[in-house]
């Protein structure tokens, strides 16, 4: 039995790992959180003092990534080597890691067949950059959901006061359109929407209106 997958990708601060959150928690749906992934391999180096640029040692890590995740239906907590690395992965450092991390081909490979296991019954929320072009290119519904950078750097500022981080907005719209040029222009499954995909820019939208919108697109 082939399990339905619904697709979600963007860039960060789009909103996806909320509204992919929500929408697995409301049908029910097992959640892929493919950028978690690519967090713990650059955690995983940067623990083992792996340089970043050593794509074959990198890919090794990816191979022997000892992950597991934990969720209630509500949130997910994961873990690496048995440590609880939840909020060590969310980091702008690792953050940018992971992100150079996955412009190697072999790391991305390395990666697949894990990802496409979490396609189980009764279905599966994929977010990431390239769930509906790589990963699952026959996925039942795919979804592209974009923002303006200074929104997505609103949104991630708010985020993170909200933790009692106070950061400098210029630095994250620069980061933020760092990591953009970086994931659109990889050689290798770079960040696009797929030609079937349902694009939304959610710049001026809430997280409601947003979901409102997804729910429409897969109860077609
Ligand atoms: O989504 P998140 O910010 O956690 O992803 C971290 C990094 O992992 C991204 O900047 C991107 O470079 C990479 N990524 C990817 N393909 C995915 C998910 C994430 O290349 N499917």
Partial sequence: VVAPVIAIDGPSGSGKGTLSQMLASRLGYHL??????????????????QELDDESGLARIAAALDVRFETDGQSTRIFLDGNHVSDAIRTEDVGMAASKVAAYPAVRDALLARQRGFAQIPGLVADGRDMGTTVFPDAEHKIFLTASAEARADRRCKQLSAKGIFVNRDEVIRDIQARDERDINRSVSPLKPAIDAVVIDSTRMTIDEVFAAMLDIVRR
């Avoid at 493919?34 to 083992?48: D, F, I, M, T």
Wanted: aromatic residues 6%; without cysteine; glycine residues 6%.
């Fill in 32 to 49: 892929l959180d493919s950028g978690a992934l690519y967090r713990l391999v650059a955690l995983a180096a940067l623990n083992k003092k």
